[in-house]
């Protein structure tokens, strides 16, 4: 089916133990700003159970309208259905979501149940002329591309740092309005039988602040143990590129880049990275990144905003002297 012009924007806030993913929460953030440049309402989405805290943390993250559904847990093809009903019944223009795994699948299924496309993965958005302009990284992120889409609604996954949540200080008081939906009779075709989750996927890279990503320069599994005591040290998450998690120095969750987890940390320190497009791709919504490595012309000191040029094996022990003084001082 499609929709008319429609108006609005509808953010689904994908909901993990009762609280609101990061992501989502930007997504958010980039919806309130898009609908405010048209003078209309940005309404959040939040699916689940035990949705009090989330609910009133999107009220207070932007949303004009909060639409409360209680569910079990994420099943797919259950929440398609009911957020698929509710894009029905309020028509928006735009529909948001946080650009991670379910995201991604989410919005994909619903564009096509609507005869439209998803614009995945975007870096930016603004409104121009009164035009909706969507832009995605090609090329690894070497090229911006500015994407006009014609259907309606429009679907598009934001990527992590692109949105700004709503600061604590500049808390709205968006209305919570509970809606009783439910899947729609045939359309869940599967039944989960159990969820079985790797022991790396407690490690949370997409909320972290602080990420430690080591590389192969780290030059072998026993040394790659002190990329973990540093993020021990920091508080932080382990990561690691794709030649480290081809040797299985690390799960493949933890993998960072292009072909795994895209992150914006507040904190991002590459051990042994030299930088190629794909890891970059991953890590560029960071606010700081620093760089350790031996080669000076390695790739990820074009997008450092410190690097440190030697033997990261060397380095990695002084550098975690000095944290530890800083920590006393």
């Given at each position: 089916?499609?929709?008319?012009?429609?108006?609005?924007?509808?953010?689904?806030?994908?909901?993990?133990?009762?609280?609101?993913?990061?992501?989502?929460?930007?997504?958010?953030?980039?919806?309130?700003?898009?609908?405010?440049?048209?003078?209309?309402?940005?309404?959040?989405?939040?699916?689940?159970?035990?949705?009090?805290?989330?609910?009133?943390?999107?009220?207070?993250?932007?949303?004009?309208?909060?639409?409360?559904?209680?569910?079990?847990?994420?099943?797919?093809?259950?929440?398609?259905?009911?957020?698929?009903?509710?894009?029905?019944?309020?028509?928006?223009?735009?529909?948001?979501?946080?650009?991670?795994?379910?995201?991604?699948?989410?919005?994909?299924?619903?564009?096509?149940?609507?005869?439209?496309?998803?614009?995945?993965?975007?870096?930016?958005?603004?409104?121009?002329?009164?035009?909706?302009?969507?832009?995605?990284?090609?090329?690894?992120?070497?090229?911006w591309n500015d994407v006009k889409v014609a259907?309606?609604?429009?679907?598009?996954?934001?990527?992590?740092?692109?949105?700004?949540?709503?600061?604590?200080?500049?808390?709205?008081?968006?209305?919570?309005?509970?809606?009783?939906?439910?899947?729609?009779?045939?359309?869940?075709?599967?039944?989960?039988?159990?969820?079985?989750?790797?022991?790396?996927?407690?490690?949370?890279?997409?909320?972290?602040?602080?990420?430690?990503?080591?590389?192969?320069?780290?030059?072998?599994?026993?040394?790659?143990?002190?990329?973990?005591?540093?993020?021990?040290?920091?508080?932080?998450?382990?990561?690691?590129?794709?030649?480290?998690?081809?040797?299985?120095?690390?799960?493949?969750?933890?993998?960072?880049?292009?072909?795994?987890?895209?992150?914006?940390?507040?904190?991002?320190?590459?051990?042994?990275?030299?930088?190629?497009?794909?890891?970059?791709?991953?890590?560029?919504?960071?606010?700081?990144?620093?760089?350790?490595?031996?080669?000076?012309?390695?790739?990820?000191?074009?997008?450092?905003?410190?690097?440190?040029?030697?033997?990261?094996?060397?380095?990695?022990?002084?550098?975690?002297?000095?944290?530890?003084?800083?920590?006393?001082?």
């Open positions: 089916m499609s929709l008319g012009d429609g108006k609005n924007v509808l953010v689904f806030v994908e909901v993990v133990d009762g609280s609101p993913v990061s992501n989502a929460m930007e997504a958010l953030g980039l919806g309130r700003e898009l609908a405010q440049a048209k003078g209309e309402e940005v309404c959040a989405v939040v699916i689940g159970p035990d949705l009090d805290v989330a609910a009133e943390a999107c009220a207070k993250g932007g949303a004009d309208k909060v639409f409360t559904v209680a569910q079990d847990a994420w099943q797919l093809e259950a929440y398609a259905s009911i957020l698929g009903q509710l894009i029905e019944k309020y028509t928006p223009a735009l529909v948001l979501a946080a650009s991670n795994q379910n995201g991604r699948d989410l919005q994909a299924i619903l564009a096509n149940q609507f005869d439209t496309v998803c614009v995945s993965d975007i870096v930016g958005a603004r409104v121009e002329d009164g035009a909706l302009i969507l832009t995605t990284p090609l090329y690894g992120g070497g090229v259907s309606h609604p429009k679907f598009a996954t934001v990527r992590a740092g692109t949105g700004k949540k709503v600061p604590p200080e500049e808390a709205t008081s968006g209305e919570i309005v509970k809606e009783d939906v439910a899947p729609a009779a045939g359309a869940v075709s599967t039944k989960v039988a159990d969820v079985v989750k790797e022991v790396a996927e407690t490690v949370n890279l997409e909320e972290a602040e602080v990420v430690i990503v080591g590389g192969r320069g780290m030059g072998s599994k026993e040394n790659f143990q002190k990329v973990h005591d540093l993020a021990d040290l920091l508080g932080g998450v382990v990561g690691g590129t794709r030649p480290v998690v081809e040797d299985e120095w690390v799960p493949h969750p933890q993998q960072v880049g292009q072909s795994g987890k895209i992150i914006a940390p507040k904190f991002y320190i590459g051990c042994g990275v030299s930088g190629a497009t794909q890891h970059l791709t991953g890590i560029l919504g960071s606010d700081f990144i620093l760089a350790i490595n031996k080669d000076e012309e390695a790739p990820i000191f074009d997008v450092a905003d410190c690097g440190i040029v030697g033997d990261v094996n060397e380095i990695l022990p002084l550098l975690m002297e000095e944290f530890k003084k800083a920590k006393q001082a």
